[in-house]
């Protein structure tokens, strides 16, 4: 293999992280090198071997992902980098796409010659296309892409990167809305009835480097189960927020530098974002970072989103806006987001502010859960209903403080960040 050597520490996305704008295209072939020619088969096999997992949220093996593109039918495909980042508390797409967006290109390139694909498709939010628009430009004068890449806007919405709502933004069909569930999955038959790879940006930066570098270098970090790196946007514990990259595997609380002495001043720990779940501080500080480790506690890695919410804040004024905002993202064509989240958010509202009108108490928080959980056409309401079921879990004695002595101050600024906060539903009855 010919060209620069693959970074040797964890730091492999953003290991060029010092530079302070958008590394252009020379740059990015003088500390990279180019794409190497590589058959189908090759590209699809050391993806496979590297061990690499989606990292929008679902953390599915990619390698299983493109066979099952592959396998769909003798129509080229499509390849979809999709950089939606519709998750509020998320910015490391973000980041990639500003910062290094010949990575994510990269990337999107490779996965269209092992999937012979001939449209690619960058999915991405309106602040994102300028930059995008700049690196193809770069990319077109130099003859880099091997097939036409075109650029859609992604709606600003929390549910618009799921992988249907992604294909009917960009068939202009019902813009940034799943599909019913029961259709055929978007790998079978997604844009144009070809089928359809919906891949991360993040993901696809990795398979930039793996392309170069290959798959043992890939597993050279990380666990043998969960190898690579991942990025994780940080909050709440810090005056801002921070991108960082990490090892898969390594302990949540060595990677944010927070050791046990600190977890007494941290209430909780989100870890997913606002469809992942809640956790004590000190299982979170301890969690390897794998997806397994994070799931067998009840939350998730999601997207990587990492909130340490300290102490003097109401964690349930955090849960009962986040929960307000949730329920104007849904896309209202289901029952339990048309009939069961308005509920939802309106009692954790009078948990957070008005405690004492809940005549029941929480008792009635997990029933509401159950009711939107599974029916769905997508997990949007799956998730709404984990974010509040690990809530209870993890905030409990303060939710008992609340209905015995009333509501916390909220002479605090709030730490999740919700991009359209709706005023609460106070005046609403409850159930
Ligand atoms: S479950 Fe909710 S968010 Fe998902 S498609 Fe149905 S209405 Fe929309």
């Known amino acids: 293999m010919t060209g620069p050597a693959g970074p040797t520490g964890p730091a492999r996305l953003l290991a060029g992280i010092g530079v302070g704008h958008p590394v252009g295209l020379g740059d990015h072939l003088q500390q990279w090198g180019r794409l190497p020619p590589m058959r189908p088969d090759h590209l699809l096999d050391e993806v496979d071997r590297s061990g690499l997992r989606g990292h929008g949220g679902a953390w599915f093996p990619v390698g299983a992902k493109w066979a099952a593109v592959r396998a769909a039918g003798l129509r080229s ?13 998320s910015g490391k797409d973000r980041l990639l ?4 967006p010949h990575l994510v290109l990269d990337g999107a390139a490779a996965a269209a010659a092992a999937l012979r694909a001939r449209r690619v498709v960058v999915h991405v939010g309106a602040a994102a296309v300028a930059g995008v628009q700049a690196a193809l430009g770069e990319r077109d004068r130099r003859g880099v892409d091997p097939c036409p890449v075109e650029i859609v806007v992604a709606p600003d919405r929390f549910i618009a990167g799921q992988e249907s709502a992604v294909v009917n933004t960009i068939v202009g069909r019902t813009p940034g809305i799943p599909s019913f569930t029961g259709l055929r999955p978007v790998r079978e038959q997604g844009v144009g009835g070809r089928p359809t790879l919906v891949q991360n940006v993040e993901t696809l930066a990795h398979v930039a480097l793996i392309a170069r570098f290959g798959a043992e ?28 990259e990490a090892p898969l595997g390594a302990p949540l609380g060595a990677v944010l530098g927070i050791g046990p002495a600190d977890a007494r001043g941290i209430q909780g720990v989100l870890l997913g974002g606002y469809g992942g779940g809640w956790l004590p501080a000190g299982p979170a500080l301890n969690l390897p970072l ?3 480790s994070a799931r067998a506690l009840g939350s998730s890695l999601g997207p990587g989103v990492v909130v340490v919410l300290p102490d003097g804040i109401c964690p349930w004024a955090e849960v009962a806006r986040v929960v307000r905002y949730l329920e ?17 958010a309106t009692t954790v509202e009078h948990l957070a502010w008005r405690p004492r009108t809940l005549r029941g108490g929480v008792a009635g928080l997990p029933t509401l859960c159950g009711l939107i959980e599974g029916r769905g056409a997508c997990h949007h309401p799956d998730g709404v209903a984990r974010f509040v079921r690990s809530a209870l ?10 209905l015995r002595r009333g509501p916390c101050s909220d002479a605090y600024a709030p730490v999740l960040p919700v991009p359209r906060a709706a005023p609460p539903a106070l005046a609403r009855s409850l159930p």
């Open 77 to 89: 495909p499509v390849v979809v980098a999709n950089g939606a980042e519709g998750e509020p508390a």
């Open 290 to 292: 794998t997806e397994e």
């Open 328 to 344: 104007g993202e849904s896309a209202g064509q289901c029952g339990p987001c048309v009939n069961g989240l308005d509920t939802l």
């Open 217 to 244: 270098w890939f597993r050279s970090v990380g666990t043998p189960e969960a190898p690579g790196t991942l990025l994780l946007t940080v909050t709440g514990h810090w005056d801002t927020p921070r991108i960082v």
């Open 97 to 100: 796409l500003e910062r290094f």
């Open 393 to 402: 879990g993890v905030f409990g004695e303060h939710a008992e403080l609340h």
